[in-house]
């Protein structure tokens, strides 16, 4: 078996790779997600928030131009040029995952569609660093692949990517200490496919969420 690292390091080097492919499709959203919208509603006018994985930046985009004070994450070097040509009045750092450090306290997290690509050790491991940094009234919005196949994609529009799927008691337990307001599983809102979009607060209080 593969170290979990190496999941990370082919999946960046195959975005990169077909990152032109990736802008070019990501490029032509237009409407937000109303799970990104759900996410907004949560959060006060002017919250401070840390898109992790932000792509080519749209969401990002959308936030910004709704008065919220947004900062974005991605480890892909030709998406972090995309989202800072979208987005100049944004600060968007080219960092991996395993390398961001926790330095400052958020209103809200979002992680759209990001984190799948993580084997399920890994993402605890930035579940307990996002938790960390979201003061305890913070938001998370994390929305992961839905279903049970954990591999490499082969035939796929980015081959060689890690994708994770993962079912609604899965994620339940690797939020256990969170507070989840909302754990669903929704198809075809603003991505391909079925997803489990999740809406938690780092404020623990005992309570697991839905099964």
């Not at 990736?22 to 006060?44: G, K």
């Not at 100049?88 to 997290?109: K, N």
């Amino acid at each position: 078996m593969e170290p979990l690292a190496e999941a990370a390091d082919r999946t960046l080097a195959a975005y990169e790779r077909h990152a032109r492919r990736a802008i070019t499709s990501w490029a032509s959203w237009r409407r937000p997600s109303h799970f990104l919208q759900a996410f907004a509603r949560r959060l006060p006018r002017g919250a401070r928030i840390l898109d992790y994985g932000c792509g080519i930046g749209t969401d990002l985009t959308w936030l910004h131009c709704r008065g919220f004070r947004v900062e974005g994450l991605d480890g892909t070097p030709a998406f972090v040029r995309e989202a800072r040509r979208r987005n100049p009045d944004v600060p968007v750092t080219l960092q991996r995952f395993a390398a961001w450090a926790p330095s400052g306290v958020y209103d809200g997290i979002w992680a759209n569609a990001s984190l799948f690509h993580l084997p399920p050790g890994l993402l605890a491991t930035e579940l307990s660093k996002l938790r960390q940094a979201l003061r305890l009234a913070g938001i998370l919005g994390l929305s992961l692949a839905w279903g049970r196949r954990k591999n490499y994609l082969v035939n796929d529009w980015i081959p060689d990517r890690y994708c994770a799927g993962f079912t609604k008691p899965e994620v339940v337990r690797l939020l256990r200490g969170w507070t989840i307001d909302d754990l669903r599983v929704v198809a075809h809102d603003g991505r391909e496919g079925r997803w489990i979009h999740v809406l938690a607060s780092p404020a623990g209080n005992g309570h697991a969420g839905p099964a």
